[in-house]
């Protein structure tokens, strides 16, 4: 690369950032009080994810739930919880827990993302509740997906973030920028 080109190239920066609200019983509407939060930042963009993105650029998606370049839209994504360990690497397609893993669609009104111009509108936020009786488990990783099963997995997230009981509502809100 020439320092000509290093001047004029644009690096983008792949951003997650990420909240999880704990709430007692199925209570998280407004005016409820989290017991917990958690938030912080980091996930791996997968290897299929990026081409996802990719093929909506050129106009290759669709909006057919289940196959691998349906669109990532409020009707087909689905945000998913495990209790597997297993290192994020940029080539899985799933989550990596053997059996305790769920997918849950999007709240209304979620994924979030406002057209436009400028630096901020380089966001897209996804959010999914999880109530009383779902994924009662240790929760140890996260990611987000395009089918409730199958299709592509655009990101994972390998941390612990405490053992879901059915007394709570766990809701995961996740907001992806490039910067």
């Known amino acids: ?42 996930n791996l963009l997968m290897h299929g994810g990026a081409s996802a993105i990719w093929q909506a650029v050129i106009g290759n998606g669709t909006t057919t739930a289940g196959q691998q370049l349906t669109f990532f839209n409020a009707a087909n994504t689905h945000l998913g919880v495990g209790d597997s360990t297993t290192a994020a690497v940029a080539t899985q397609t799933d989550l990596q827990a053997a059996t305790n893993k769920l997918r849950k669609p999007m709240d209304a009104t979620f994924p979030q993302h406002t057209d436009g111009t400028t630096s901020a509108n380089a966001t897209i936020t996804f959010r999914a509740t999880f109530g009383t ?47």
Request: hydrophobic share 45%; net charge negative; no cysteine.
């Open 1 to 42: 690369m020439t320092a000509e080109d290093m001047l004029t190239s644009d690096p983008i920066r792949w951003k997650a950032s990420w909240r999880l609200k704990k709430y007692w019983g199925d209570d998280v509407g407004p005016g409820a009080v989290p017991f917990d939060v958690i938030e912080r930042e980091g």
């Open 133 to 179: 009786a779902d994924a009662n488990y240790a929760w140890q990783e996260w990611g987000i997906f395009n089918a409730v099963t199958g299709g592509r997995m655009l990101n994972r997230k390998v941390e612990s973030l405490g053992t879901k009981t059915s007394a709570a509502s766990w809701v995961l809100m996740i907001t992806l920028s490039l910067a």
